[in-house]
């Protein structure tokens, strides 16, 4: 059964910094892998798909990559919205997710 | 635009069934897609329960499996939820969603608390 494992489980930054946050799978997946953003009380947004894909929408600041099992999301400059929590998706497998709050 | 609403009691006993609707509006959910369960209990993250394709093929989270049955309404553009044999462990926020396919969530119902309490 392949797992997906999230780091950090979370971290402070600052408006304007540069985030990056690592999903790995146990497996190869074959970048089936998305990217959500939950705000505290609201239901999940899907940032990116297949692992580089940025759904219609979401700013550009936003990226996904992806190097054999370990895949990155990055947000170039952090901004006061972004603040939230970030899960990645492989199938039916959730990380466990990385809280960003302000420093 | 596609909306979806998640509808059904807030409160299920013990060893008893719990059933929600997601109602669609803005699209039928008969041309395509996948629509899809998650819940997330209180503080934690999410969990993916399953989903049902346009056509009337389900898929499940294998842990689940047993428990879970998720199917279409066509004539009333809606899809439901059902789970068996409820514990304190399925208190959770639901969340009814599209999927455009590879399980990908790509729009959101505004989830439900259902509380198992006797």
């Known amino acids: 059964d392949i797992q997906v494992t999230q780091s950090p489980s979370s971290l402070s930054a600052s408006v304007g910094d540069r985030v990056t946050i690592t999903c790995r799978s146990s497996q190869n997946i074959d970048n089936f892998l998305n990217w959500y953003q939950q705000k505290p009380g609201k239901a999940p947004e899907l940032l990116i798909y297949g692992a580089f894909t940025l759904q219609s929408g979401v700013p550009s600041r936003f990226s996904g990559s992806a190097s054999g099992t370990d895949f990155t999301l990055t947000i170039s400059s952090l901004q006061p919205e972004d603040f939230a929590t970030y899960y990645c998706q492989h199938r039916w497998a959730f990380g466990p997710g990385t809280k960003v709050d302000i420093k | 635009q596609v909306h979806l609403q998640e509808s059904g009691p807030g409160l299920v006993k013990p060893s008893e069934t719990l059933s929600l609707t997601c109602i669609v509006s803005g699209y039928s959910i008969t041309n395509d897609y996948y629509w899809a369960w998650i819940r997330q209990p209180p503080g934690k993250g999410l969990e993916w329960l399953g989903s049902?394709?346009?056509?009337?093929?389900?898929h499940h989270n294998p842990p689940l499996k047993s428990r879970v049955t998720i199917s279409l309404d066509t004539s009333k553009n809606q899809f439901s939820l059902k789970l068996t044999s409820v514990t304190a462990a399925d208190t959770a926020v639901y969340y009814c969603?599209?999927?455009?396919?590879?399980?990908?969530?790509?729009?959101w119902g505004q989830g439900t608390l259902v509380t198992v309490t006797s």
């Open positions: 969603a599209r999927d455009k396919g590879g399980w990908v969530q790509s729009d």
């Open positions: 049902v394709q346009h056509d009337g093929t389900p």
